[in-house]
């Protein structure tokens, strides 16, 4: 999988991968809080029907940290699932996908 970056400004659902983008492997992904004030972030799988499965609801990223997830925190099936992110306000955050 070629590198993904995002730069994700507002609260609504921002699809990181899409099913059968054919991403078999994640090595990692970070989130950083590139804002002033603290980020409220969910990390969540959706499947075709569209039944949500949280990775992580409602976590708080203090300002100026990032978030750094391995393989095996973050890896799903792509044939069946999209990747969404969401914020809970307007603070912005930096996504990379390795």
Not at 36 to 45: E, Q, S, V
Not at 75 to 90: A, H, V, W
């Amino acid at each position: 999988m070629a590198q993904q970056v995002f730069k994700i400004a507002d609260a609504t659902d921002v699809k990181l991968i899409s099913i059968g983008d054919g991403v078999s492997v994640i090595k990692s992904m970070t989130i950083a809080n590139i804002h002033t004030g603290n980020a409220t972030i969910d990390l969540y799988l959706k499947n075709a029907a569209g039944t949500i499965y949280y990775i992580f609801k409602s976590l708080v990223l203090p300002t100026g940290q990032t978030l750094k997830m391995d393989s095996d925190e973050v890896s799903f099936d792509n044939r069946l699932y999209d990747l969404y992110i969401n914020l809970g306000g307007t603070t912005p955050v930096d996504v990379i996908i390795n």
